[in-house]
């Protein structure tokens, strides 16, 4: 039998695909949302002196990790200088209710699509409660900095006008965000941080050309460290796409003179379900006792024996230069990935054998019920131990890395900015293919 030969597509057939899955106005729209936030980002508030926050952004570790999700908006002290972070906790604060409270769970589970749009309504309400409250942390921050960092302006209409700016911008964002989502490419929250990080990239590689040029060790050290990214990366990879199918079987139907089913079907269990929430977490658990910590450490109303116990505690167990810190850092992350975890709904071992058990399908081997339950909650504590530890020495590498070669310039660009580009960009890749199948699915109907 002759072999057909594969027809090559031409520049015709990519731009038929193009226009017919609306991928061209998905992108353009996307690609328009994400200028439209870009350049609320250079858009300061009225009456701050933004060089000398900068500065004060770039030695500050709280400041300039919230700094790296905003996209250089928070130490611009700009209208977007919140960026995302109020919608992004209020998710995360919903979801966690969603697993506590009933009515919530009630309305993501069993009133369908009208519970989910009440929960987003929530999630839009938290958001506002959120925003003004951080804005209003960030506003009595810079009231006690350096009076140079504030022109002469009134304090008290500085921070009103202040408050409802950083609040409005933070609304902004969000609207963006779920514009993105609904009607663009990828996850507009995610899209929108991928975007923040990737806009410091060039200045984390200035700062490294002008520390390595002219000193050959640290251009090979420089070497290293790349690859320790590289192999970050490609772990991100693995972590993302591994998963665990379990097999499970549909009974027959007859349906008059067809078969329905009997066919044999998988249940997708990640190797890393949570993403980059965890480390996001951990990250925020170590920097409040460190701010807290440094903050008594350096009050005048303390005791000279006490604030010396409190800087030796601090110096000892959040300092990066000391080994308890990353053996407390990992400890974080392995708990906090079984956490959350087990408040994700598609990881749920109880659910999953009864929606089996009602479906009339059954895992191989094993009966339906509590049978059921048990093998899946081994499966998915293997699955999650296995992840909790990938993602903890994921998270490892870079920081170890920075240490071990000295150059700390890159340290902005963090496990968490590697795991949230790396997942971006899988997800981008995964739609822009969805729409090209779907293109091919339908040029096959037609014929």
Partial sequence: MQQQKMKIPTIADIVSNWEATGLKKKLI????????????AQIPLFGINNAVFSNLAAGNNIIGFLDMFSGGALGAVSIFALGIGPYITASIIIQLLTAIVPQLE????????A??????????????????FQGTIFIAFLHKLSGSILASVNPFLF????IVALTAGSILVMWLAELITERGIGNGGSLLIFVGIISGIPLYIERTKTLVTGNGQLQFLLLILLAFFLLAMVLVVIMQEAMRKVVIVTPKRQVGNKVYGGGNTYIPF???PSGVMPIIFAI??????ETILSILGNSPMLPGAVKSIVVTLNNTLFSSAKPWYYIIYF?????????????MPNMQPKDIANNLKKSGSSIPGIKPGKPTADALDKIITKITFIGAIGLGIIAMIPSVASKITGITTFQGIGSTSIIIMVGVALDLVNQIRTHALSQQYEGFLKK
């Fill in 106 to 113: 009630n309305l993501q589970k069993e009133e369908g699509e």
């Fill in 29 to 40: 729209f996307t690609f328009a949302m994400i200028v439209l936030f870009r350049l609320g």
């Fill in 331 to 343: 400890t974080l992350i392995f708990l906090l990935t079984f956490f959350y975890a087990s408040i």
């Fill in 159 to 162: 921070s009103i006008g202040a």
């Fill in 270 to 272: 990640k190797l890393n």
């Fill in 284 to 289: 925020a658990i170590l920097l409040f006792p």
């Fill in 115 to 132: 519970g989910r749009r009440k929960i987003s309504q929530y999630t839009r309400i938290s958001t506002v409660f959120l925003a003004i």
